[in-house]
């Protein structure tokens, strides 16, 4: 299993960003899939989850501004990004079960 995480680039604070996880090989509908994040200096944190059955998870942190989805059918995890803050710049990685993306850098600042 591969997964490959894009998406992250640099917005301007109150911006909005898509990122966007494509996963390869044998997946599991009934995986979790997550979001995680993590700034210079800090330890990872879960910004976003959901399980098959669309339950979902949010940070406090992004509540209301970020909404994450998964389309089974071509094994992609998205998280749609709204009112980007600076405090949101990090890199972000997705996870389906215990397999990790790569990172992709989410930057805001003006």
């Known amino acids: 299993v591969q997964l490959q995480a894009s998406g992250g680039g640099l917005a301007q604070p109150g911006g909005s960003l898509r990122l966007s996880c494509a996963g390869s090989?044998?997946?599991?509908?009934?995986?979790?899939r997550g979001w995680y994040r993590q700034a210079p200096g800090e330890q990872r944190e879960l910004v976003s989850s959901i399980t098959w059955i669309g339950t979902v998870t949010y940070a406090d942190s992004v509540k209301g501004r970020f909404f994450i989805s998964r389309d089974n059918d071509k094994n992609t995890l998205y998280l749609q990004m709204n009112s980007l803050k600076p405090e949101d710049t990090a890199v972000y990685y997705c996870?389906?079960?215990?397999?990790w993306g790569q990172g992709t850098q989410v930057t805001v600042s003006s």
């Open positions: 996870k389906i079960g215990s397999i």
């Open positions: 090989g044998s997946i599991s509908t009934f995986d979790v």
